[in-house]
Every structure is written in C-alpha cells, then in structure tokens.
C-alpha cells in the first residue's frame, strides 16, 4: 500500500516525530509511505535538518502555515501534482492547512480516493486568535464532505471536536500516539540533593513557559536552593522567559536535538500547557522511567493518572508548586510513579501498537473505496 502523509511543516516537535516513528513502523508492515511538507516558519528548527527519514520525502515550495491566498494556491497546485505523480492509494492529512490544502487537493484530482485526516491536538482553544479558530471550525465542518476517516490523539479530542460539529459521527477513530519503547529503566530520586525539573517545548503562549517560571519562583521562596529546572526550546517568547528568570536557578538550553537522549539527570517533568492533545514529552519521559506533573488540559489525563502514572493539577502555578514540595519531602512517589508511567507506556502507548491501529484503519478504508 501506497500512503502520502501531507504536513504543514516538519519543525523540531511533536507532530514531525510523530510521523518519523508512524512511517518507519508501517514500513514493517509493508506500507510505503511519502511525507509531502511546507516551510518551517523563520523561529524554527527543521526536523530534518538533523534526522534522515526512512519514507520519502518531498517539500511542497509554497507551502508555509501563514495565510497567503497565492502561496495557499500554489500549494494546492503542488499537492494535486505530487497526488498526480506518486498515485498513492490512500492520503493522510496532518495539522490545519495542510489538512485543508491536501484533502481538496485529493478528491479533485480523485473523488474516489480514501482520505483521513489526524488531528494531533486541539483545533481550536489557545492555538489561535478567536476569529480564526471560528474560521478553522467553519472550515473543518464543511471538510467532512472531503474526508473519509478523522483521527484523533485522545478521546478528548475527539469529543470535544465532535461537540463543535466537526466529523460525523461513524467516521471517527482514536488512535493514543505511540513511542519506541526503549529497555526498562529503573529511576532513583537522589534523597538529598536539589529536586531536578525539566521543561521541554517551544516557547510559546499555548505552552505557557511563563507558568513554570512562576512555579520556580514560588519554590525559591518554599525552600531555597531546593529546586532546579531546565528549560529545552526556543520561541516568540524566548527572550521575555529568560528576562522573567533571572535570579532563579533555571537553566535554558536553546533547542537541543533529542532532548531525551542528552539530558537524561532530571526527576521530574513539567508540563505547563494551556491545552494539549497527548504530549509527546510526557511519553518520552516515561521511557526513562520519569514521572510528569502537568496542568489538567486536553488529553493529558488520558496518559495520568494522579497520584498513580504522574501528577495533575486543577489551579494555578502556587498549585503545582505546592504539590512538587510535596513530592520533594518524599521522593519515593516520584520513583513509584516512573515505574507505573513506564508500564502503561509499555502496554498502550507503543508505536508498534499505533503502527497496527492505522494500518488497520488503512485497510477498512481502502475496501470501502
């Protein structure tokens, strides 16, 4: 089987490494895949820059997820041409314009050809200015004429785009993101030095970075020096985080290539986002046998599970500061939760797992025709 995936752009984040473990696992199960992709915007690393992908690839040029009525025709262009050149047997659209742009692309140049679109987290809350995410809504009601199959990250997702009326109701499936699983690793707390807190993501407001700056801040006053946190990522606000930071024992490393790889001496992720779909972060943590504590948004808690396979909270920044004080004067949750996080991860949340499920949805879409 022939797939395109066709993506927005491949920047150093969740959605790129989604599709760089999709492919090389459907690989395996003898499906050839194509990721068909735009510009990164000017802030952002290219996630092929340093990884060589198994699939093929092939970059749309006027592709770019800025709105532009030339280049966004362009681009539609392009895709019909690459549809046209590679026939593949089914497509697979990711994130907002290109998931747009490539399932009219599709069924004009096919009508007949199965199309299903992933959503990898939120459409519509924190992404975007209230006017365009009423657009989006607009937009991905009437895309339910183009699109056979919609998949989403977390039932979460799912429910809450279904409320806004998007998708009808039998064309929807969940698919929980899946991560290589790496051997078991067993994480000791260290009982007597700083608490080590680790941020990862890009520095904007949907990710809220100023959250977990405050956290810090309320700790340093709780128990000096108690505390560390690393922050991974740049963005937007890069430079206002660093300005709110100084004095705090926060460390910011820039964006740094497989962050999971090199910085690995942590004992506890934090999650700050406003809203998410299923972070991959909060994956990758867990591999390591590393618990996470994040706010309660999106499908986090499809993964946590408080107090057992991490740690959710309902308020504010005092909130999680509060909490994390908790977990410093016992160490031994933050363990009992890594191994827990781990397990989980190991049986659900496995990308030879996810590979199955879509390869699955592939199959049934391509026999209904």
């Given at each position: 089987?022939?797939?395109?995936?066709?993506?927005?752009?491949?920047?150093?984040?969740?959605?790129?490494?989604?599709?760089?473990?999709?492919?090389?696992?459907?690989?395996?199960?003898?499906?050839?895949?194509?990721?068909?992709?735009?510009y990164c915007e000017s802030?952002?690393?290219?996630?092929?820059?340093?990884?060589?992908?198994?699939?093929?690839?092939i970059k749309i040029k006027s592709l770019h997820r800025s709105l532009n009525p030339y280049h966004d025709l362009k681009s539609f262009i392009q895709i019909r041409n690459i549809i046209k050149t590679i026939k593949p047997d089914l497509i697979n659209t990711h994130t907002s314009k290109a998931g747009v742009l490539g399932r009219l692309a599709a069924k004009s140049v096919d009508r007949s050809l199965p199309v299903a679109h992933t959503f990898h987290g939120h459409?519509?809350?924190?992404?975007?200015?209230?006017?365009?995410?009423l657009i989006f809504t607009i937009i991905e009601r009437f895309m339910s004429n183009f699109t056979n199959m919609f998949i989403a990250v977390t039932s979460e997702t799912k429910s809450s785009l279904q409320k806004l009326g998007i998708g009808k109701k039998g064309v929807w499936q969940v698919i929980p993101i899946g991560i290589p699983i790496t051997a078991s690793v067993i994480y000791k707390a260290d009982p007597v030095g700083p608490l080590k807190l680790l941020w990862v993501g890009r520095f904007t407001d949907i990710k809220d970075p100023f959250y977990a700056i405050e956290t810090i801040k309320t700790l340093e006053a709780i128990k000096p020096a108690g505390f560390t946190l690393t922050m991974v990522g740049e963005g937007e606000i890069f430079e206002e985080a660093k300005k709110r930071a100084v004095g705090l024992p926060i460390k910011f490393t820039?964006?740094?290539?497989?962050?999971?790889?090199?910085?690995q001496e942590f004992d506890l992720l934090m999650l700050t986002?406003?809203?998410?779909?299923?972070?991959?972060?909060?994956?990758e943590?867990?591999?390591?046998?590393?618990?996470?504590?994040?706010?309660?948004?999106?499908?986090?808690?499809?993964?946590?599970?408080?107090?057992?396979?991490?740690?959710?909270?309902?308020?504010?920044?005092?909130?999680m500061a509060r909490l994390i004080t908790d977990l410093d004067r016992d160490r031994s949750k933050l363990e009992q939760a890594g191994v827990l996080a781990k397990k989980l991860l190991s049986t659900e949340f496995s990308v030879e797992t996810m590979a199955k499920q879509y390869s699955k949805i592939y199959d049934q879409l391509m026999i209904r025709g």
């Open positions: 089987m022939k797939v395109l995936h066709i993506i927005t752009r491949m920047n150093t984040g969740g959605p790129a490494v989604f599709l760089d473990h999709l492919t090389t696992s459907l690989a395996n199960l003898g499906c050839e895949s194509t990721i068909a992709y735009g802030n952002e690393i290219d996630y092929l820059d340093s990884k060589k992908l198994s699939s093929k690839t459409l519509i809350y924190g992404y975007f200015a209230k006017y365009k995410s820039g964006w740094v290539k497989a962050p999971f790889e090199s910085i986002s406003k809203n998410e779909g299923l972070p991959l972060v909060m994956l943590a867990a591999n390591l046998g590393k618990p996470t504590i994040s706010r309660n948004v999106g499908g986090v808690s499809e993964f946590i599970k408080s107090n057992s396979t991490g740690f959710l909270i309902s308020g504010d920044y005092d909130d």
